[in-house]
């Protein structure tokens, strides 16, 4: 694995730390963080190891890692650097909706047209490519994806959520998945105890979306889930190039909080009325600032 892959996941796995002020000895999920980075364990295992060779996590008795004191110690000016990749990465899918790069690439393209290393531009290839919006070619180049550009396609978007979210709670082989609703109430009250005023439209984009496709999986349809994971993937770049109200956003996670308590409580009928309620405020104030 290069080495630039295992930095820059050692260095995903601190902000989180950061992000959702983990205490120290909280357990480190290679699963959990697996799938929040969308990378597989076996990376994430090996960036592990590299921040307990730096003893900023601990090992755990009985396996795995745990938040060490190090890694509560780690001043934000250490992670500066992940701002300059945040904003090329933000540059590129804008001009990719203006229509300013070619719906195919080549790396020599990208690494001249934004004055980057190989090395810089692999770290966000890599991440374009796992979050669905572009892939590479056989042989050489990059070719990106379908994106929802359309601001009809983009409200249709939201009326299929409506249909389908709040029924997916009350279908008979919905299932409580426990340990993943605690993660992402943790990335929530992350956001909601002021987080939501700092971190990037991607990264409240990324907990969101998580919530949402943990709660569609509990129902054990994988057509009900794989539909809304692609309808994340098309629309996530029109979410980027929206201007972000931190008080809305504020108050859509406030909304994940107690939806998050109320399936967590085994009150499904409440829960399901309010992903629909939810999800109609959430379309109608796109729409607003649409229009606006």
């Given at each position: ?6 930095s ?8 989180r730390?950061n992000?959702?002020?983990?205490p120290?000895?909280t ?21 592990l ?8 996590i601990?090992?755990?008795p009985d396996g ?11 001043k934000p000016?250490a992670?500066?650097n992940t701002s300059?990749q945040e904003?090329l990465?933000?540059r590129i ?18 690494m ?7 090395s ?6 890599r ?8 892939e590479?070619l056989?042989?050489?180049g ?7 550009t359309s601001s ?9 959520r409506?249909l389908?979210?709040?029924a ?6 919905f299932h409580?998945?426990?340990?993943g609703l605690k993660?992402c109430?943790?990335e ?7 987080e ?8 409240i ?16 349809n ?7 994971r692609?309808?994340?993937r098309?629309?996530r770049l ?5 201007a972000?109200?931190?008080q809305?956003?504020l ?5 994940h909080?107690?939806?998050?308590d109320?399936?967590?409580?085994g ?5 399901s009325?309010m992903m629909?309620t939810h ?9 607003a600032v649409a229009?606006a």
């Open positions: 694995m290069p080495q630039s892959l295992q820059q996941l050692a260095t995903d796995i601190l902000q730390i992000a959702q002020s983990m120290a000895g357990r480190l999920s290679e699963r959990s963080l697996a799938e929040a980075l969308r990378v597989s364990r076996s990376p994430v295992r090996t960036a190891r590299q921040l307990a060779d730096q003893a900023l601990d090992p755990h795995g890692f745990v938040v060490g004191a190090g890694a509560l110690q780690v000016a992670l500066a300059e904003d990465y933000l899918a804008q001009e990719r909706l203006d229509g300013k790069l070619p719906a195919r690439v080549s790396e020599n393209e990208l001249r047209r934004y004055d980057v290393t190989r810089q531009l692999t770290d966000i290839l991440r374009i490519s796992n979050e669905g919006w572009m590479r056989p042989g050489h990059w070719a990106f994806t379908e994106v929802m009809v396609a983009y409200a249709d978007s939201y009326r299929y409506i389908v979210e709040p997916a709670i009350l279908e008979p082989t409580i998945d426990e340990a993660q109430r943790q929530q009250q992350a956001l909601v105890g002021g939501v005023h700092h971190v990037s439209p991607a990264q984009f990324d907990a969101n979306t998580r919530l949402h496709e943990t709660i569609a999986a509990c129902c054990g994988a057509f009900i889930l794989d539909s809304l692609r309808i994340n098309v629309r029109m979410e980027y190039r929206k972000v109200d931190r809305q956003a108050r859509r996670c406030e909304e909080l107690v939806l998050i109320l399936l967590l409580a009150q499904l009928e409440k829960a009325t629909r999800l109609l405020d959430a379309a109608r104030e796109k729409r229009s």
